[in-house]
Structures are given as structure tokens and as C-alpha cells.
């Protein structure tokens, strides 16, 4: 039997929108994963200088925003370790979780430009295929533009998959998903000035927020 193909997309979602829903829809659609965990950080390393809405409350609203969905879940696993969220710790928790299931870690190319950063990076790419969203029409990139310097040596073309390949035998792919102009950043000042959320976050979402006044 084939490995189970297991999808992990990480974030603050804070709050989730439909920019985040879309664009993993997108990706399900071309990659067909068994499983996809969208799993929210509980102390985002990258963002110390902001505190995001308590874990508790971006972890609902995910799954409202979610719903019923037997392929895309919502994993409280990085809420559940506490601590800093650290990628490598979130995958070797999954793989031992899930002996033999091939792990795929999903990016936007923005947080995918900013891995060099992460810590033990090179073991996390060894640790799984990674699948890198962009949005067309944003940047023009040519090539292997897209690929940061100290990744891109690690890996060579595989022109018969067009895909990125590494000597872990992983491997390293682009898909451009609908440009969707939201940002959780936006949502938030939005609530703060007072503003209508309405289509730029689910219903389920935008009444989550109002009942517990986040972000005012």
C-alpha cells in the first residue's frame, strides 16, 4: 500500500480568512493529500513583537471556520507541546504519531523566502516534500528565482516531475494559487475602526469575533 500523504500548513490565523481557506483548497485540489492539518502557532517565533489573540480563540475559530471537514482538519498539536512553535519539533511529532506516512509542509512564498531563518531548517527539509503557494500577478519570478540562495543548493531539477529534488530524496514544488487581497492584519484594523468583516472572513468567524470583542 502507498503511504499515507499527510499535508501540515502552520500559521497564526489570526483570525483565519479566506485568503488562508482558498489558497489550501487550491493545493488539496492539485495534491489530493490523504490529510491536510492546518495547525495555528502558540508563540510564533517570527512574531515576538506582537501578541496574537489567545491560542484558544484563533484555535476555534479555525474550526468554525473548517466546519465538517473530513480532509482538512484542525490540529491543536502545537497548542497541546506549549513552548515556542518550532517547525522541525511539529513534524518529528507528527512522523512518530504517523510511522511511514510522507509528510508534505505547505508555505506561502513569503514565509517559504524566510526558512533560512527557522531553526535546524536543513532537517525540515529533509524531513518533508515541501509545496510553496504563490499568488500570480504578485512578483514576476523567473526560474528558480522563487527558491532562497541557501536553499536552493540543496536541491537539483528533477525535469521529469518538475519538481525540486534533494539528496533526502525530497522534494521541492511551486503552485500558484487565485490571488485572494485579504490579510489577517487587515481583518484585525478593520475590526478595530469599526469596520465590516463581512466576505472577508466566514460568518461563523465574524460572529466569533463580535461575541468575544477580539481585536478591539
Known sequence: MKPLRIAVFGGTFDPVHFGHLRSIQEVQDRMRFDKVFIIPNRRPPHKSDRHPAPFNHRLSMLRLALGRNAVIQVSDI????????FTVETLRQLQASRVGARLFLILGVDSFAEIGTWKRFREVLDDCDIVVMERPGRKERKGASWIPLEVRRLYGYDAAKGVYRNKANKTLALVRVTP???SASAVRQAVKEGRSIRFLTPPAVERYI?????YR
Open 210 to 214: 463580535q461575541e468575544h470583542r477580539l
Open 78 to 85: 502545537e497548542g497541546r507541546r506549549g513552548g515556542p512553535s
Open 180 to 182: 485572494f487581497d485579504v
